[in-house]
């Protein structure tokens, strides 16, 4: 029997010709698995008739668009994940969600292998093979890119000379990845550090220079996850969808960045995540009034080792199961409201109500009705500061000495 490669279609020109090269060198039959997290433009259908026109013997859609905010960005948005401080994981969230469609595929259609279309110097091939193993540990990958010599001049002349149905002229010298939880951009003029990005680079976000009028918008969670906008109860792809168009249009959640990649390579990146930021202030906002301090303070490098994991490739690992546990639990109490103004490229919260508040008027307030016993303070303070004040004594004793 023939054999059969599952190859992880996005539509574009290098995985179009990827159908077909693969076929070449391994003499494999493909199949193309395009897989919805929310990226827009083309229609799936349209896709996956691409891919059929490109030679592959059978095309398969995953919608995932649910699951993946679901299951993949509301876990990011519980950790208020960052990777470096800045980047809200876009392309890191959705490589799991596409693997586990791609395994599914590989074992429905009997495929041996698995192909994707990265690179060997970025992060995506390592999520990617991961994954794979992890899901998949008897499935073999490939990356015609990496391991097949497919550059973009002979993915150009490939396609022109079979006559693929692909545009092979349009050109678009970066290199962009896009689901409903952001967008990057790389490659071409960002390579030089030091040059700004030009408009045309943007699609999720309107230029903050250019602001409409201020945007005041309520969101309310339950148990960490958004649950209404405004009122109107929203499911959680809808309301990354709805903020993407109200914070989009303020210029909110644009970030560029010079990353580390896992691979040893500093690179640039230009994203934007109007959705994922505005949530992201508005639940850590939340959990401000929700948490407990102790709590805070260690889901705080919680959340930055979980974005470490989840950025260099380790989704399905037993350590990144172990923070969503603890993740998970601290997000009982996190429900309520933020209200926030979108303005600017600002998301800014002023206001804040939750049933299950740790913020007591009474403790905090300076004026009537205070409940705080000040005179409490000073021995707290004498305690507090013990250890430090027996220590520099002896600093001083011998170095009197
Ligand atoms: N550097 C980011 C990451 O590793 C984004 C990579 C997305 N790919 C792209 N072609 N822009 O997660």
């Known amino acids: 029997m023939t054999e059969r490669i599952v190859l992880a279609y996005s539509g574009g020109l290098d995985t179009s010709v990827a159908i077909g090269w693969i076929g070449e060198a391994t003499g494999a039959e493909v199949i193309a698995v395009a897989v919805d997290v929310g990226q827009g433009g083309e229609s799936l259908e349209t896709i996956r008739q691409r891919a059929l026109g490109c030679g592959a013997v059978e095309a398969y859609v995953a919608d995932a668009s649910d699951e993946f905010a679901n ?36 074992r429905e259609f009997g495929a041996t292998t698995v192909a994707h279309g990265c690179t060997g110097k970025g992060n995506d091939q390592v999520r990617f093979e991961v994954g794979i193993q992890t899901l998949g540990p008897d499935l073999k990958c490939i990356a015609p890119v990496r391991d097949l010599a497919l550059t973009r001049d002979k993915a150009i002349a490939f396609a022109e000379e079979k006559g693929l149905p692909i545009e092979t002229t349009k050109k678009n010298p970066y290199s962009i990845d896009q689901n409903v939880w952001g967008r990057a951009v790389e490659t071409g003029y960002l390579e030089d550090i030091w040059n700004a990005p030009t408009k045309d680079i943007y699609d999720y976000t309107a230029t903050p220079e250019f602001p409409p009028a201020p945007d005041e918008v309520t969101i309310s969670f339950e148990a960490g996850v958004p649950v209404a906008i405004d009122g109107v109860r929203v499911t959680p792809l809808q309301a990354i969808k709805e903020l993407n168009r109200r914070a989009g249009a303020q210029g909110v959640g644009r970030i560029d960045v010079v990353e580390d ?122 305690l507090w500061g013990m250890s430090a004040k027996v220590a520099s004594g002896r600093d001083i004793r011998v170095a009197g000495q």
């Open 71 to 106: 299951e993949y960005c509301m876990p990011t948005l519980k950790a208020n994940a960052l990777y470096q401080g800045h980047y809200p994981l876009v392309s890191a969230i959705s490589r799991p969600v596409i693997v586990k469609h791609l395994v599914k595929a590989a």
């Open 261 to 382: 990649r896992l691979v040893g390579i500093k690179s640039r990146e230009i994203y934007e995540a109007p959705g994922a930021m505005a949530l992201i202030t508005a639940h850590k906002h939340l959990e401000d009034i929700t948490i407990e301090r102790e709590q805070a303070r260690f889901k705080a490098s919680v959340g930055q080792r979980w974005a470490e994991l989840v950025y260099d490739g380790q989704w399905f690992s037993p350590l990144k199961r172990s923070l969503d546990a603890f993740i998970e639990d601290t997000q009982q109490y996190v429900s309520g409201d933020i209200r926030m103004v979108l303005h600017g490229g600002q998301a800014i919260v002023n206001g804040r109500r939750s049933e299950t508040s740790l913020y007591d008027f009474d403790l905090a307030t300076y004026d009537t009705g205070d409940t705080f016993d000040q005179s409490m303070a000073r021995g707290f303070i004498e």
